[in-house]
């Protein structure tokens, strides 16, 4: 009668049900679980961006209230910590890609982390999707800016003699491609993993308060009491994954913000 | 077994994020207005060495 026992075969039932299933049609045409809730996600966001354009035109040049104050101050920290401190004079052509990122990142994330619902961006191919855009977003202001032969050979930093420059080229080379893959896995990684410590906790609470249920006895009260311990720990858990969310929207807009910068650096 | 390997390979992330939050209040202390600045990067550096932990995490699950 260890609860313990039962642990093995709930979670691999637990993992699996974060493998994609489709909601609607099947895997090639259709909608997952996780595009479901990142449609949800991107509904809230726009609808929250319109509440917020309304009440502001209504309340005048100052901002009045929680709701306008609040969204003012998001798009404000975006604004000055995360363009206008790495990108420099250029932030204004870049603020609207990289605010979208952001915001887009962290309604998903909120959007995950809420009982019940599944994050869009806890799916690989979402990451791995905005992981792409922000690529090409990088090459691009990078062949913009430098001509597209000169964004290629200013990936070898200048001043190297030649046989090393060659070898320092194909290093940079590869781990600019490697910058497609970290930015993809890193916030798969952490979501997925906050989502499935989650869903241990959980499943630990709710294994430790059954026997209670089928009948009061000495043992099945002691487990009772540490099924409370396991909820204590998943609230904790619950906080720092919020914490989570937040950073890893942020962190995720840092680095394609510190990649568009290195495009535009001049000669490093 | 896999568990075993999870905890091998979290060391050196440990060791990492460890190192990275002791840089952190060190400077922080001797030099309390860069504060804001060195923050992003502090987080930055920890974004880079949590992803290994957690790419160990995700593998033990799958595998």
Redesign the interface.
């Known amino acids: 009668m260890n609860p313990l026992d039962k642990l093995p075969e709930e979670m691999e039932e637990l993992v699996d049900s974060f493998s994609s299933t489709p909601v609607a049609g099947d895997l090639n045409v259709g909608i997952t679980q996780y595009s479901f809730w990142m449609f949800v996600a991107i509904i809230i966001l726009v609808a929250i961006i319109f509440t917020f354009k309304k009440k502001q035109a209504a309340s005048g040049l100052v901002p009045k209230g929680r709701f306008v104050n609040g969204v003012e101050y998001l798009v404000e920290y975006c604004r000055d910590d995360l363009c206008k401190a790495l990108l420099g004079d250029t932030w204004r052509e870049h603020f609207p890609f990289i605010a979208t990122m952001f915001f887009f990142i962290l309604a998903n994330n909120i959007v995950g982390v809420i009982p019940g619902c599944k994050p869009g961006t806890g799916c690989i191919g979402t990451t791995a999707a905005l992981a792409l855009v922000s690529f090409v977003y990088f090459i691009y202001v990078g062949m913009k800016n430098k001509g597209v032969l000169g964004y290629i050979k200013s990936l070898a930093p200048a001043g190297v003699a030649f046989p090393m420059n060659a070898l320092v080229w194909v290093i940079e080379l590869f781990s600019t491609f490697l910058r497609l893959v970290t930015l993809a896995v890193r916030l798969f990684c952490n979501l997925f993993a906050g989502h499935v410590v989650l869903g241990t906790f959980a499943i630990l609470a709710s294994l430790f308060f059954e026997p209670i249920m089928q009948g009061i006895t000495m043992a099945a009260v002691g487990q009772a009491g540490a099924s409370v311990f396991w909820v204590a720990i998943l609230l904790v858990i619950y906080a720092v994954e919020l914490l989570v969310a937040a950073i890893q929207a942020y962190v995720f807009t840092l680095l394609s913000a510190v990649y568009i910068q290195l495009a535009e650096a001049e000669e490093h | 077994m896999g568990v075993i390997g999870y905890g091998l390979g979290v060391i050196g992330a440990a060791l990492g994020i460890g190192l990275a939050a002791y840089g952190a209040t060190t400077s922080m202390a001797r030099q309390p207005e860069v504060q804001g600045?060195l923050f992003?990067v502090f987080?930055?550096a920890s974004?880079?060495v949590?992803?290994l932990a957690?790419?160990g995490?995700?593998v033990t699950?799958?595998a």
Request: avoid cysteine.
């Open positions: 600045r992003t987080i930055l974004a880079f949590e992803a957690l790419i995490f995700v699950l799958i």
